[in-house]
């Protein structure tokens, strides 16, 4: 299996935190990048934050100084931690692995409702 599996969604209160998990089927040093990605009801796909294999982090602006993308190397595993969670957060949230050939792998998807 190829694809990375991701874990860690729920439902959230306004205001409160989550943290995604993704795990990746392959040594993350033959990763080129991971990220995060979500897609609300009929709304397209859109990026939240990615990390290459050197730490470099992007963010959207709508998750900036409230999301946090990190990885642990040995667990091969790339995080999102989510802080101060709003409505609009709501979505289901895919990781994507990019290798270092250039091949691209999507989780399955894991559900984030933020709602009292």
């Known amino acids: 299996q190829v694809q990375p599996v991701e874990s860690g969604g729920g439902l959230v209160q306004p205001g409160g935190s989550l943290r995604l998990s993704c795990a990746a089927s392959?040594?993350?040093?033959?990763?080129?990048?991971m990220g995060w990605y979500r897609q609300a009801p009929g709304k397209q796909r859109e990026l939240v934050a990615t990390?290459?294999?050197?730490?470099?982090?992007n963010y959207a602006d709508s998750v900036k100084g409230r999301f946090t993308i990190s990885t642990d190397n040995a667990k091969n595993t790339v995080y999102l931690q989510m802080n101060s969670l709003k409505p609009e957060d709501t979505a289901v949230y895919y990781c994507?692995?990019?290798?270092?050939?250039?091949?691209?792998?999507w989780g399955q998807g894991t559900q984030v409702t933020v709602s009292s």
């Open positions: 994507k692995t990019t290798m270092r050939g250039g091949n691209e792998y």
């Open positions: 392959r040594s993350i040093f033959v990763i080129n990048a």
């Open positions: 990390i290459t294999s050197g730490g470099g982090t």
